[in-house]
């Protein structure tokens, strides 16, 4: 069990950045022409790395799986971008917004990569003002803030309820610029299969074309996985149905470490499970807690009234209901963390207080707000005595332009007009904290394979507060990772065009196409989906929102058996040389098999809770997360051994010297 290194630089926290972007190597325009990178994802994190790469000088090649990269699952944050500018003069700083993010992450995340984010959260909101990005604004014509989860401040920039999107396209708009250049060139209806290493360098990967289904060699001097999160090892989440873990699951298998597989989010603000016939979930952006008020009837006798249809919420009086994070945490209300809003509702639902016909759906209401933004508007317009309809109009009018297009998505999806009655919620697997290890160049293990966004682990710990993730995205792609990565390329100067003639290519072209030989020409009785329903369903019950030492190891068991009995009963149709949208399932299947034994070892392996990892046995007699400072206080990465259940623990040991320890309250 080895101890990592993260090669963070000495020095005082708020000069660490500096100093090392003053010390790194670089590589001059000119040597730039003659270097290549990959990118695979498209997302925030691999489109504004993308297209700062081009704009620097590389040769830049990037992959996807969509027919466009504007469809990365990016666009489905909604709620908002974080950073530290201040404008309300709230108390804002760099280290408020690098100390919120550290305490919300339960002290599981390195101090310097944080630091680094807060540093640079405020250059990401001015590079995507000068493209166009069209943030909500104030009268005065500042950018606008709103409060998330975790924080006491307004930090949250948002564009209605589409920032994702907005990011998404002002990151495309630049990528657009340099294909049109020829910096670089675009591979839609791609998918990485395997990583090329040649002489322990990454030097290139192995694509599928996911039209024609063609095998490609493509090779570069450095390759970046920017290809999200995991989620889907769940089945049901609010990821696209197309995430998946392959990019990181290859290059996991090839040596790059993988760090704290468990730390999974499970976000508490999504349209709850309607049945058996769901593919997917969806998200209600958290940005709904600034204005909703979560709640449960008090007494049983109405919940069970209200599930059965016999009694409306809008009829149930104030005293009736339980505002229960209000009651909880009085200093945060409805914008404590996810990891603690989920809990909690799955706690109101365990002990028989759920609203929908399952039981498992809590309150999310807008009438208190809708009041109380009708009665100023009401003000405003110099109507002093205003109806109570007049008052229900203007508010609704206000609501909408903050929050139109999510209820909007709510009604089609549920056939309720949230307006008039309250959104029914419940918590649902979201966003992966753990991902590939990187030092703080963001280079894996892998000399030359760098990780960036969601799917690498560096920056949220244990949890991730809402609107962090495009913050993270955004800054590791265009403000880390074209700094870092000229630090290793500058010895690659001379090095000239990669081959693809080489044995390592070969070999992992034929690694390829063995596996998807071996699917095809299975034969088997099951499709893709009946394996990844169980896995997730083994997923949810042992490994979801609250986990224990034996359901932990039964899920190990029972995930190696679906697994093997995914290789000998899985049935694929259709052909390897064509589109074939089940062997592409089938091929990510097969790694969520392998990744979810992992997760299962992960989480059993730390014998305390933190975050989005709750194990039952450690607790407070309150409900809460017990940390172990003492003895889990390190980032859990893991290297490939040949199987999940063989795979050798590394620490690396986390420390603090700006920020105390802490019990975690939001009380």
């Known amino acids: 069990m080895a101890i990592l290194d993260s090669r963070i630089p000495q020095g005082d926290l708020a000069d660490k950045w500096t100093n090392h972007k003053n010390k790194i190597n670089l590589v001059n325009p000119a040597n730039k022409r003659n270097i ?17 790469l081009a704009e620097l000088g590389y040769n830049v090649k990037t992959f996807c799986y969509q027919d466009s990269p504007r469809r990365a699952h990016s666009i489905a944050a909604q709620g908002g971008i974080n950073a530290a500018k201040n404008y309300q003069g709230d108390g804002d700083s760099n280290y408020r917004l690098f100390y919120d993010t550290v305490k919300g992450g339960d002290y599981r995340s390195r101090e310097a990569n944080v630091y680094r984010l807060a540093e640079v959260s405020a250059n990401i909101i001015d590079q995507c003002v000068a493209q166009g990005v069209p943030f909500a604004r104030e009268y005065g014509g500042l950018l606008d803030n709103r409060s998330f989860g975790g924080v006491l401040v307004s930090r949250t ?24 250049r020829g910096k670089i060139q675009s591979y839609n209806r791609h998918e990485m299969l395997d990583i090329v290493i040649v002489d322990g360098k990454a030097r290139g990967i192995i694509a599928r074309n996911l039209v024609t289904g063609e095998i490609e060699r493509h090779s570069a001097h450095a390759v970046v996985i920017a290809s999200g999160g995991y989620g889907n090892v769940f089945f049901l989440s609010t990821n696209a149905m197309g995430s998946n873990v392959t990019a990181s699951w290859k290059i996991h298998k090839k040596g790059a470490y993988f760090a704290n597989p468990c730390y999974t989010q499970i976000h508490p603000t999504c349209i709850p499970v309607s049945g058996d016939h769901q593919s997917k979930l969806t998200l209600m952006s958290e940005s709904l807690r600034n204005d ?15 599930r059965q249809g016999k009694l409306k919420p809008t009829e149930l009086a104030e005293e009736d209901r339980d505002y229960y994070l209000e009651r909880r945490y009085p200093s945060f209300g409805n914008l404590v963390p996810r990891d603690v809003a989920s809990r909690a509702a799955k706690e109101r639902c365990d002990a028989g207080f759920g609203v929908n016909k399952t039981g498992e759906a809590v309150f999310l209401d807008f009438a208190s707000a809708i009041e109380r933004y009708g009665k100023e508007q009401a003000v405003i317009h110099g109507n002093h005595n205003p109806s109570k309809e007049e008052i229900r109009e203007l508010g609704e009018k206000v609501v909408e332009n903050k929050y139109g297009n999510l209820f909007q998505m709510y009604e089609k999806i549920v056939d309720e007009n949230p307006y008039k009655t309250p959104m029914k919620i419940y918590p649902a697997v979201h966003y992966t904290m753990g991902g590939i290890w990187v030092d703080y160049n963001l280079m894996t293990t892998i000399p030359g394979c760098y990780a960036a966004g969601e799917a690498n682990f560096s920056d949220h710990g244990a ?37 693809t003639d080489s044995p390592e290519f070969d070999e992992a072209e034929k690694n390829v196409k063995d596996q998807i030989s071996k699917l095809i020409n299975n034969n088997g009785k099951h499709s893709v989906d009946h394996y990844h329903k169980k896995l997730g369903k083994i997923m949810w019950n042992k490994c979801g929102m609250a986990r224990n030492a034996k359901g932990l190891e039964e899920a190990i068991t029972e995930i190696r058996e679906l697994r093997e009995d995914f290789h000998k009963n899985v049935l694929v149709p259709g052909s390897a040389e064509t589109k074939n949208s089940e062997l592409e399932k089938a091929l990510r299947v097969a790694d969520f098999l392998e990744l979810g034994e992992l997760f299962a070892k992960d989480a059993l392996h730390r014998n305390e809770s933190c975050g989005g990892h709750f194990r039952e046995e450690y607790q407070t007699e309150e409900g809460e997360a017990q940390r172990d400072d003492e003895n889990f206080k390190y980032v859990a990465a893991w290297e490939y051994k040949g ?19 802490k019990t975690r309250s939001y009380k």
């Open 36 to 52: 290549d990178v990959i990118v695979v994802g498209t997302g925030l994190a691999g489109g504004s790395a993308a297209a700062t």
């Open 157 to 180: 920039f948002y564009a209605k309820g589409q920032t994702g999107q907005q990011l998404l396209l002002g990151a495309y708009a630049a990528m657009n610029r340099q294909i049109n």
């Open 292 to 306: 909703g008020r979560i709640w449960v009837p008090k007494k049983k006798e109405d919940a069970e009234a209200i």
């Open 463 to 499: 949890n991730r507060l809402g609107a962090s993730a495009l913050m993270q995205g955004l800054a590791d792609g265009y403000f880390v990772l074209p700094y870092t990565i000229g630090d290793y390329l500058a010895n690659d100067i001379r090095t000239g065009k990669i081959p």
């Open 643 to 661: 199987a999940p259940s063989d795979a050798v623990l590394h620490k690396e040991e986390l420390e603090y010297k700006n920020i105390e320890l």
